[in-house]
């Protein structure tokens, strides 16, 4: 019996539709050549989707392109390469050109760069048809038309559009368009949502899940995001440094992990339904330049014996014994059922009881964005009367979509951006609006840690001359102020000779970071500082943030998009949609209680590790426009609202209290909210959005 | 046919230029400074040989109608292209920095308004400029050493303003720049320790491009009349002087040209080579 | 919104000619102190002096100077040659006509000889023919256009005479001894404009070649044909109109040595006699007049780019 998308059928399996037996290659580098994958063996059978997973360096992408045959800048070794029959390590050029995008679709990461802005996105589907002799003009024109509907795009105008003129979200749907205008066997999916808002990937993934029910269409689905993995696919390949560590049916492979890689990566991701007991997070970071010959994973592995790092890794059968799942681990029968020994993760968040005076208090602040040009036009209202505290050792997460303005609103707390009203003050003291004015002992108590870590750190620099300079502006002195601060953020003090450039994005994220702390600050504002960092990094960074806020008592304002942080971080959380705040709860409570439509609906999109609760296919809900600016007598999230009534068009909801502390700004009453609101363990299918 | 495939093996095709580049500029820069002590003859010797004669082992490049010796009179003439390119093109990077750079971290109006009084300059063609500036001075100064080294900064500060310009703004946008002034850096401050160690290289390979452009706009002022007076023996000046010639003894207008183009290449080599190690790019020409 | 963005350009264009007339008028008739001596030089007698004085109406304050002069020029009295006594406009009209012919032409030989090599050089990156080119590009580079004019001179005027070698033309000489004239001329610039081209389109077009949406239209299977032809040239078009437009920036200037050589009546050669002899009308006409055209073509260039880029097009 073998499992294809959701149907279950009786019979010999029908030939593999991918078969990849022993593939190596290496890429060209100026130093010779870089072996990217070691002797990776894998099959994927027709109509069945199957998850690509690892971290940068682990050589998914290469081996997603090497589906598609190709062949620049590297060399190839394999027993066999073949997709739809045909031998791709053999096949010659035209050949190739044939077999792409007409039975190999591929759907490319960044759909920006990936569409010709010069072309129109209907010529451009048009196009593949007609290259691959499937219809010409007036029928292609209409697959065209229809292909786009399919996706999701169906209001007209769009094929008429250049890409610039679309969103994010819609420009990967005619990537998407496009790889599956020619009905292909196989579709190769790069990272397709990586830099989409968490609920336009949602909405992607939807999408996917929903084209995989209507097409008997193998999926070959490359991520490092394990939550997606669990919504789509049928199978898991987990990927490491080059070498395959364990591959199997999705329900086996994250219920029961066997490989310490993926045990490591599943407890990474910050999770919303909770972190599995006993679980430790990943620490180090791959080393490509220093890897053993043996497991390249044992550099990192917690459960390393000594003949790990020398015996090369071969697949065998998992201990947990269900069919097809296999790890490359000679230590997996020992580690299997161990849970492991370990002592549960210690909990990120301290206990609330203990907060006293508050250093922020915000009222009323609003920012207002006037846009350039001689010609004097109407400032666009970004933030709207935000009200808030943080107390002292607290952190409050400050979380909403891109273009909700919760930056432009961190950068009017630290006076980047001016004010158009409101009133902050830090401990009692009033911040005036521009940071000019303010005086020392006010930046240095405040402090701001930027989201790009290659752009945060002066380059022609070293790390300690960026902390010196610090040191010295919030007027500390001493021998062994960079050594101090290097060592609380858990970096070795000799690499204080170091230039940015020398080190990881984790690194220096954390000499941002130790940056900010070298001045003693009360309060952090931390703007999105883990969004450009790889998911097993994320979780280190994090750790150290909770260790250092306990050790200091130092209060953080967090901005996030991603609400598994949130959960297992935050004190509080503000959620805040086109620049008004819609709900301020205690973060348990926001995942327990009543809670406002759009936190519900950003909830419901967050991926998933869970696999049990697969949703059944939906149709499409129609993708939200633009949130218009709101009339000033209006709820601002009416437009997307699913239990918008008539008085919410007619005038701005109040602001309701809430049982366990907080506010939401909604006009249906909160008890009747908190009873919409399901347990927030369910899968994306139950609430609606 | 592979589109922009590497056809051959990938490697660069110019990793010596740096090398070659300096050789070249090194060896024409002990030629001149020793040139003049070399030489066999004066720079305004006449009388070492009859007019008009051809190439010789005494005379590689032949006599001029002056009877001066042209190979002498190109050894004399090294240090005084090179001194003025060099000189010249030093003063407008210089200038040219220091606006672009202040502009650029300045903006708002102030940086409008210097970009407007930029473009005036920039928008005239820069021979013409030239030209008009030596008129200008009037005919005392026409003709000074000086002059023509004001002239050639006169053409390079404001194309040099502009790109110091545009750098500055890139990195003044840079979150640590942004950093700094929260910590209370003063614009003079983050000018000096955050922009310029990081405009370094830009204005590095600046100089090195406008420098290798600079012989030649030299020589051009030299050629149509308007750079050094006669009898100084200037590559440019020599070759209008000696074009009349050209049929009767062609070397002694190879013989200059033939120097112009090597000092030339040297330097475009060199500012090539620079360029890549610093991970820059050049585009060759006044701009 | 086109219209708006060409009418902003254009009124920029103007202002910018304004303040480089009032520069010109500065330089020449301002700083220089008593603009009737260093007219007519130091031996120059009382009289004489005092005639030229009155001719150019130095009795007058200089702002007033300015806007009769500036006034004039919009309505098109360019002003008396000092030397000629002739209108300035009489005397610049045919010059400028003949550099125009000179500078089509020599755009028109431009054009094959920078894009074959370019094309070439791109798809064929880091072979022997690429780096070929490259050294080949390098060398020329290196000879400036006066040395690269009179080579050509000696070798196809006067050693092979296909060519004239002064290049003057009569009222009324016919289009087809028109280009035997220019030839020489028109190439010298053509080559010297397509050796400072060729390394920026090469550039360009490699950085198109291995563009994403290159690369995702390969792993689509479209033809190599294809997506040179109709992915990658269109993208490549506005990046090389930039390319062309500095080479403008040349050609403006160019003219007067390669004029100069070859003896061509353009306004190169106006404006070096003019140079050499003070004439301040006709050489501020001339400058204004060469500003005037080099801020054109590059406006031009820059709204084709604009046009051609659907992304720059909705910006404002």
């Known amino acids: 019996m073998w499992i294809s998308g959701s149907a279950e059928m009786d019979g010999p399996a029908p030939a593999p539709l991918v078969v990849i037996d022993r593939l190596s290659v290496d890429y060209r580098t100026a130093l010779g050549w870089d072996r990217v994958l070691h002797t990776v063996s894998l099959e994927i059978r027709p109509g069945e989707t199957l998850g690509l997973v690892g971290e940068s360096g682990s050589g998914k992408s290469t081996l997603g392109l090497q589906c598609l045959g190709w062949r620049r800048g590297l060399r190839r070794q394999a027993a066999a390469l073949r997709v739809a029959g045909a031998d791709l390590d053999r096949l010659d050029t035209a050949g190739l050109r044939r077999l792409r995008g007409r039975r190999i679709g591929f759907v490319p990461q960044n759909p920006t760069t990936a569409l010709d802005p010069a072309w129109r996105v209907g010529d451009l589907i048009a196009e593949a048809v007609e290259v691959h002799g499937v219809a010409r003009g007036a029928a292609a024109r209409d697959r065209t038309a229809r292909l786009l509907a399919r996706v999701g795009l169906a209001r007209p105008g769009v094929a008429q559009s250049f890409p610039h003129q679309l969103s994010g979200g819609q420009q990967q749907r005619v990537c998407i368009a496009l790889a599956l205008a ?75 992990p066997a490989h310490p890689y993926t045990r490591g990566l599943i407890a990474s991701a910050p999770r919303i339904d909770g972190p599995p007991p006993g679980a430790a997070p990943l620490t180090g970071t791959l080393r490509r330049l220093a890897l053993p010959p043996g497991c390249p994973f044992a550099p990192r592995c917690d459960h390393a014996a000594p003949g790990c790092a020398e015996t090369a890794q071969r697949l065998a059968p998992a201990p947990q014994g269900s069919p097809g799942h296999r790890v490359a681990c000679m230590r997996a029968a020992a580690l299997a059922g161990d849970g492991d020994g370990r002592p549960a993760a210690a909990r990120l968040r301290t206990e609330p009881s203990t907060f006293r005076d508050p250093v922020l208090t915000v009222s009323g602040l609003s920012v207002a964005y006037r846009p350039p040009g001689l ?214 409570a926001l995942f327990a209680g009543a809670r406002h439509p759009y936190a519900a609906a950003l909830i419901a999109a967050a991926p998933r590790l869970v696999p049990a609760a697969r949703p059944a296919p939906q149709p499409e809900p129609p993708p939200p426009p633009a949130p218009p600016a709101a009339a000033a007598g209006a709820c601002v999230y009416l437009a997307r609202c699913p239990h918008r009534r008539s008085v919410c068009g007619e005038s701005p909801p109040p602001a309701r209290p809430l049982p366990g502390g907080g506010m939401l700004r909604c006009h249906i009453p909160v008890d009747e909210l908190a009873r919409e609101a399901p347990d927030s363990r369910d899968g994306p299918g139950e609430a609606r959005h | 046919m592979s589109l922009a495939e590497p056809a051959g093996r990938g490697r660069r095709p110019w990793s010596g230029a740096l090398a070659i580049g300096a050789t070249l500029l090194g060896m024409q820069v002990l030629l001149a400074v020793a040139g003049p002590f070399l030489a066999p003859y004066g720079a305004t010797e006449m009388g070492a040989g009859p007019p008009l004669a051809g190439p010789s082992l005494a005379h590689p490049f032949g006599i001029d109608q002056l009877g001066r010796d042209v190979f002498s009179r190109v050894l004399h003439g090294g240090h005084v292209v090179l001194g003025l390119a060099l000189s010249g093109t030093a003063l407008g990077v210089a200038i040219g920095a220091v606006i672009g750079l202040l502009s650029g971290q300045a903006g708002g109006l102030a940086d409008e308004i210097v970009q407007r009084g930029l473009e005036i300059f920039i928008s005239v063609p820069f021979l013409v400029l030239a030209l008009v500036a030596m008129v200008a001075v009037g005919p005392v100064a026409s003709g000074h050493p000086l002059t023509v080294v004001g002239v050639v900064a006169l053409i390079y500060a404001p194309r040099v303003a502009r790109i110091a310009r545009a750098a500055a703004r890139e990195i003044a946008l840079r979150d640590f720049v942004l950093v700094a002034r929260l910590r209370g850096d003063g614009p003079l401050r983050r000018m000096w320790s955050e922009i310029l160690p990081n405009a370094r290289s830009v204005l590095l390979v600046e100089f090195a491009l406008r420098a290798s452009y600079a012989p030649i706009l030299v020589g051009s002022l030299g050629f149509l009349g308007f750079g050094l007076r006669p009898p100084t023996p200037e590559w440019g000046l020599m070759i209008a002087e000696n074009r009349a010639l050209l049929l009767v003894s062609p070397w002694t207008v190879l013989g200059p040209g033939l120097a112009l183009a090597v000092l030339v290449v040297g330097l475009n080599l060199f500012t090539d080579g620079l360029a890549r190690r610093l991970g820059r790019h050049v585009d060759f020409g006044v701009g | 919104m086109f219209l708006r963005l060409i009418a902003g350009r254009v009124l920029q264009a103007a202002v910018t000619l304004v303040l480089i007339s009032l520069l010109l008028f500065l330089a020449l008739e301002v700083l220089p102190g008593d603009v009737a001596t260093r007219v007519l030089g130091r031996e120059a007698t009382a009289e004489a002096l005092e005639a030229l004085r009155r001719t150019l109406r130095l009795d007058r304050p200089a702002p007033e100077r300015y806007f009769l002069w500036l006034s004039g020029v919009l309505q098109g009295d360019l002003g008396t040659s000092l030397v000629s006594g002739r209108p300035v406009a009489d005397i610049l009209g045919p010059r400028v006509a003949n550099t125009l012919f000179l500078s089509a032409y020599a755009f028109l030989l431009y054009l094959p000889l920078a894009l074959v090599p370019a094309v070439v050089q791109a798809i064929r990156r880091g072979g022997w023919l690429d780096q070929a080119l490259s050294v080949a590009t390098l060398v020329l580079l290196a000879i400036p256009d006066f040395l690269l004019a009179t080579l050509l001179l000696i070798g196809f005027a006067m050693t092979w005479p296909l060519f004239p070698s002064m290049s003057i033309v009569e009222p009324g000489t016919d289009f087809a001894r028109m280009l035997r004239l220019t030839t020489l001329p028109a190439l010298t610039l053509a080559i010297v404009m397509a050796v400072y081209a060729l390394r920026m389109l090469r550039d360009q077009l490699i950085e198109v070649l291995q563009s994403e949406h290159i690369r995702a239209g390969e792993l689509r299977g479209l033809p190599p044909g294809r997506l040179v032809w109709r992915h990658a040239l269109p993208n490549a078009l506005a990046p090389a109109l930039n390319v062309t437009a500095l080479n403008l920036a040349y050609l403006v200037g160019g003219v007067v040595v390669v004029e100069k050589v070859f003896s061509f009546p353009g306004f190169g050669t106006l404006l070096l006699d003019a140079l050499q002899l003070r004439d301040l009308p006709v050489i501020e006409a001339t400058v204004l007049m060469a500003a005037a055209i080099y801020i054109g073509a590059n406006l031009l260039a820059d709204l084709c780019a604009i046009a051609l880029t659907p992304k720059l097009r909705d910006a404002r």
């Open chain 1, 182 to 256: 020619c009905d292909p066997d196989l579709v190769v999916l790069d990272e397709p949502t990586t830099g989409l808002d968490v609920t336009t990937q949602a909405q992607i993934v939807a999408l996917l899940a929903r084209l995989k029910a209507e097409r008997l269409m193998a999926m070959l689905y490359i991520t490092h995001d394990l939550g997606v993995i669990a919504a789509l696919a049928d199978r898991v390949a987990v990927m490491y440094a080059g070498h395959l560590a364990e591959v199997g049916d999705t329900v086996a492979v994250i219920g029961a």
């Open chain 1, 375 to 588: 010609l004097a036009r109407r400032a666009v209202p970004v933030v709207r009367g935000a009200a808030f505290t943080i107390a002292a050792g607290e952190v409050l997460a400050l979380v909403g979509e891109s273009g909700s303005g919760k930056s432009t609103l961190a950068r009017a707390l630290i006076g980047l951006v001016p004010r158009a009203g409101g009133t902050v003050l830090l401990g009692r003291e009033p911040l005036a609006p521009g940071d000019r004015a303010r005086s020392p002992a006010q930046r240095r108590r405040l402090q701001y840690v930027f989201q790009n870590p290659d752009a945060s750190l002066n380059p022609a620099a070293t790390v300690g001359a960026s902390l010196t300079r610090a040191a010295r502006a919030a007027g500390r002195t001493g021998a062994d102020l960079v050594a101090e601060a290097l060592a609380a953020v858990q970096i070795d003090p000799g690499q204080a000779g170091r230039y940015p450039d020398e080190l990881s994005g984790g690194q220096r994220q954390r000499v941002a970071l130790a940056r900010a702390l070298i001045a003693e600050p009360d309060l952090i504002l931390c703007d999105e500082i883990l969004s450009a960092l790889d998911v097993s990094v994320q979780a280190g960074v994090l750790a150290l943030l909770a260790r250092i806020r306990a050790e200091r008592g130092l209060a953080l304002l967090f901005i996030t998009h991603d609400l598994a942080v949130v959960r297992g971080f935050a004190d509080r959380v503000l959620v805040l949609f086109a620049g008004t705040i819609v709900q301020e709860a205690a973060a348990a």
